[in-house]
Structure formats: C-alpha cells, structure tokens
C-alpha cells in the first residue's frame, strides 16, 4: 500500500477530509502532529509526536517510526508544519520544497525580504523588535500602515493604523497579544519581532496551486467580495470562480508564480493571497501548503473517476500522480467563514436548521463549541464555523452564504472577569 506522511498542527476536520480521501484511494496516512509525547496514542492514529520548534528531534522521531517502509509523498497542513516537512522530505528521498525556501514562505520578514531583492512589488516595510517604543516609532513611519506578527495565522495581530496615535495603540494591543501564554508555548522566536508595512489598497484574492515538474498548476481563484480595509483584517467569503477579467487572472498567476520562484519553492500546494490595484498585483502571501481549515470544500473537481475533492487531488500530486486531467466542476461554489461578532463564552447557536434549508445552501458545520471562550479579531484567529453555498454564478453563491448568515443567532455570554 502506498504511504504518505502528513505533518498537521491539528487533529480536526481538515485532517478527517484527508483521512477519507485515502481510503478512497487505498492509500495510508502516517501522521505527524504537535501532541503530547507521554500519552500512548491519545487519539488512535498512530501518530507521529513532533515538535515544530525542535526540528532535530523531530526529524529522527520520523525516521524512526517510518522505519523501512517506503514513503511514497509528504504534505504539510499549516505554516508551522512546512520547514518540518521540508526537511522530512529531503530526508526520505521524495518531492519537496529547499527547507530554506519553506522557511521564507512561513515568516513575514524573509518573505518581504526576498520579494523585494527580487525587484517584485512590495510595500515599504521595517521589522522592529516587540519590546520597541511604540512612541518613538509612531513618529518616523509612514500612514496608513499595518503592523502584523511573522508567525501567526489567520490575521490574527494584524492591525492597520492611520496616525501615530493608532499607531501606538495598536503597537501595544498586539505585543499584549504576542505575549499571552497559547502565544509563548509555540517558542517560536519569530514573535519576539513586529513587521510594520505600509497599506497597500485593493481588492484582494486567494489563490490554490500545486507546484511540480517545473511548473504551476492554478487549482482555483477565489474573489473576497467583503473589503478588507481594516483595522482588523478578518476573512469571511470565498469565492470561486473569480469574476475579474481573465486578463487580470493571468497576472495574478504570473506574479504568485514570480513570488514562488524567489522564495526557491519547487513542488507541493500553495496557498497565496494578494490585492490588485492600478499600481498592480501585491502578493501579501505564498505559503507552502494548502488553504486551511474546511474552505477547502469550497474546491471540488471532475476527474476521470467523476467528481472528487480537493483533497484527493493533493493526495495524487503527492504521490506523482498527473492531475491534468482534473478541472474544477462547473458551478460557483463559495464558503464564508463565519465571524465572531463579540467576544465571551458561546451558549447557543440558534436558526442553523432554518439556514441549511435555503436555496443555494450546501452545509452550515458550526465548529465552535458550547461553553468555548471566543475572540474576534486581532486577538482570535478561529471562526464560529464555516457555511458553503453554490450556484450557477458566483452572485448566486454570495447572495446564499449572506442569506444563511442573516438567519443565524449567536448566544455569546461575556464572562464575569478577564479570561487570558
């Protein structure tokens, strides 16, 4: 049976999606995943523990519980994941991206580094240590602005700030967020840094692909109809096909592929984001893995066996499969991830039933629990749940997830003192 090894920061639903994506395939699933080492197997998968922060130990944790038996392909599911991976790759003998290249595409700094070596559209931007004067660096940049963590995902810290007093202010709310204690267990030193960029206008756009052989295979476009203008930067609809001209598509391609190539990526998904204005196309983002969490579900193609999901189409790649022949269906499928409005304990989530039932609705999946402490952005970096909508246009899937949103009731409970 063919063997691929998958490096996740998570136990949830993206990794159930892969787990039925294998079966269908008759292929095996060695996991490799941030968990306690003194627990026998906590969740019955057999999984590999690893470390992201001790890469040594990690590495030769994979090598020992591989043993003899062939690894067939390697994935990497999140940021934190990529370097690991890389490296556990390059060790087996299979197809993957240079570990210095991985590294690149999971910090902020390095990325913005190599963008601009490479002559590629970038904002101007600093990094400055966590423990800086806020005041004194308020009065020596420029607005508006954005400051951001390296490391940290799902927007979570990123925050813009149009004067120095903004500037300070937001300065302080995410060094309070760097320093909270879910924060410090990561031991990851990028956090003892900030990045401090400027604004950079637009609509703005994700975009799927898989590298390998020498080329970029774009798997989907995703339009964001929702602004992103800040001062918090939370994402909420997904939509698929793009409705911008092909003309624009294409250079959008063009430049996530010139970004890829300056960070030395060269086999494996990618997940980018960037905005489109009269100046061009910015990429925010090209990280060496897949896009997170259920939005995935968003994507799904026809193949010679019929329809399939994304995550089989990954699976296939990873195993040197062609995928050529796989297109993605027809219709406009979108995905909103759902915000969280306020922060405090979640109690309810009412009308969901009333919500499923309309035209164009796929699935409402709540994946918040009860009594689970909730926090929007910047200090969040989760969602109350996920809606998936389709339609013959992508107006259609819009108007559906909009509509199905507006039926839902959060009973959120704010809590008696400061929860940290």
Known sequence: MRRVLLLSATTGYQLRAFGEAATRLGVELVFATDRCRHLDDPWRDKSIPVRWHDQAKSLEAIEAAVGEAPIDGVLALGDRPVVL??????KLGRPGNPPAAARVSANKRLARE???????PTPWFETVPLDAVPGTLARQIRYPCVIKPLALAGSRGVIRADDPRGFVEAFERLRRILTRKDVRVLRDPSNEEVLVEGFVPGREFAIEGLLGHGSFRTLGIFDKPDPLDGPFFEETIYVTPSRTAVVE?????????????A???????????????????????????????????????????????????????????????????????????????RWGFL?????????????????IRITATRDQILY?????????????????????????????????????EAPLTLVE
């Open 376 to 412: 929007p952005p910047p200090e969040g970096s989760s969602y109350l749940g996920f809606v998936f909508a389709r339609g013959e246009a992508p107006a259609d899937a819009i108007a559906a997830l909009r509509a199905a949103h507006a039926r839902l009731e959060f009973v959120i």
């Open 263 to 341: 960070f030395g990526l060269r086999h494996g998904p990618v997940h980018a984001e960037c905005r489109v204005n009269d100046e061009g196309v910015f990429v925010h983002e090209v990280a060496a893995r897949p896009i997170g969490g259920l939005c995935a579900r968003a994507l799904r193609f026809e193949g010679p066996a019929g329809r399939v999901g994304f995550e089989e189409v990954l699976l296939r790649h990873a195993l040197g499969e062609p995928i050529g022949e796989f297109r993605r269906e027809q219709s406009a499928s979108g995905v909103m991830m759902i915000p969280i409005p």
């Open 85 to 90: 991976a890389a490296r556990a790759a390059e």
């Open 249 to 261: 598509q294409g250079r959008m391609r063009e430049a996530v592929i010139a970004v890829a190539a």
């Open 114 to 120: 190599k963008m601009r070596a490479a002559g590629l």
């Open 347 to 363: 109690k309810d989530v009412r009308g969901t039933e009333e919500a499923a039932a309309l035209p164009g609705v796929d699935e």
